[in-house]
């Protein structure tokens, strides 16, 4: 009889465990307590642009959204009238204000500029399609890079 307890007690035992891992327990949370809730980095609900990766490894989305949020700026080159934000300014919202170079990839052509090259010529442009790409005095525009995915600062 007592075998017969501890072989019912270690199947519930064991069935507890299982239904726990499986489920979802129901919460009855304050959502005023900020305390059990982890505070999210970025809204999910929007989508990266492009990601920039630092100096130390980390990754930093910028979104579009943050991207419009900053003021404008034009660059002629070659004859016609870019606009988009400083690439300075994109940066500092990584929290970048002092790096050595920056290398940018796409869809087409890498560049890398110095810390001197990143200044009032360098514009991140927006294009027709939803992405941006790289406008600067300092490059040829036929070696500007196009859908900027990345930039690597050094």
Known sequence: MLHKIKFVFLMYMILSLVLTACGTPATTENPSDESTHAQPTEAPSTPALFKIVKPDGST?????EAVKALPLAT???EGK???GPYLKDVLALAGITEFSEVSLSGSSNSATLTFDQVDENTILDFNNHGTMKLASTYIPKADWTKDVAEIVVK
């Open 60 to 64: 930093f989305n910028v979104t579009l």
């Open 75 to 77: 660059v002629q080159a």
């Open 81 to 83: 009238i870019e606009e």
